[in-house]
């Protein structure tokens, strides 16, 4: 089993330390959310299955992949992910070079999590339709795939048109991996029929079931990663594991100030090593 960590639960004063401790460790990835803008206006800032705003306009964003390539200057192995990016927020030129940007500087190590994103603030102030952000992000990926792979690219499609460009320099990762997150229908098509693998919500062995399931009906997935914050035990692992589960994401800490020491304490428990 693969283990990630969730940099975004954690106060941003510690990422690196976290990062660089994860890095030494042996656990597989690193993980930073992104939202572009917060509006002042929490009107439509409900997250889906609660009454209350999930988001504070006050709360500093930063660039995700700007982020991760600076925690790559500060780490060796472990790899360097989103969970999740808004790549239909921008042009694809955009999220393209820097995503292949972070994987060059990484040697190779970057991760593009995408998601079509629920909250309709930003997607208002940025002046994107709302109401397209699904189907827009499925050609974002398209193109953004294309951009990765060919020597040069021409598009015409329905929200994006460009002549022949080259995109210049290629990931180093021979396939850099688009991982798609989200529950809806239209998520799990789409992590299905266009992305590498699957980015779960938080869930637990009992509520992760009827999503794969629902997954698997698809088609399934090549990745499948779950963040899973209240791992029980080790014993847990294996059945995670005959799932076609092979990332966990986990929290092992209550407080910022102890995330080191708790993966500390998870690595030794779980046998978490350096390959």
């Known amino acids: 089993m693969k283990y990630g960590v969730p940099l975004g639960l954690i106060h941003p004063a510690a990422w690196k330390d976290v990062a660089v401790a994860a890095d030494r460790l042996g656990f597989e990835s690193v993980w930073l959310p992104e939202h572009l803008v917060f509006t002042t206006d929490l009107s439509s800032a409900v997250y889906p299955g609660t009454s209350d705003p999930g988001i504070k306009p006050s709360t500093p964003l930063f660039d995700a992949p700007a982020y991760l390539c600076w925690l790559a200057a500060h780490t060796t192995r472990v790899r360097l992910g989103t969970a999740v990016h808004l790549l239909a927020l ?28 629920w909250y309709r603030g930003e997607w208002d102030a940025a002046g994107v339709p709302f109401a397209d952000r699904g189907a827009r992000l499925d050609e974002v990926i398209e193109v953004t795939r294309r951009l990765w792979d060919e020597p040069v690219v021409a598009h015409s499609g329905r929200f994006y048109s460009f002549p ?35 980015i779960s919500m938080p869930h637990t062995l009992e509520s992760i079931r009827p999503q794969l399931d629902r997954l698997a009906a698809l088609g399934g997935t090549r990745s499948v990663t779950v963040h899973a914050y209240e791992l029980g ?26 995330a080191v020491s708790a993966l500390e304490s998870f690595a030794a428990r779980y046998g978490v090593t350096r390959a």
């Open 90 to 117: 921008r042009h694809p030129f955009v999220s393209a070079r820097a995503f292949a940007t972070l994987d060059v500087v990484s040697s190779g190590r970057a991760i593009c999590g995408v998601g079509a994103g």
């Open 164 to 198: 022949e460009v080259a995109f210049e320099p290629k990931p180093v990762q021979h396939r850099l991996p688009i991982l798609c997150g989200g529950e809806s229908p239209a998520a799990l098509r789409r992590a299905a029929r266009l992305c590498d693998g699957w």
């Open 233 to 258: 035990s080790p014993d847990e692992v294996p059945s995670w594991a005959a799932l076609g589960v092979n990332r966990l994401i986990v929290r092992p800490w209550k407080r910022s100030r102890d």
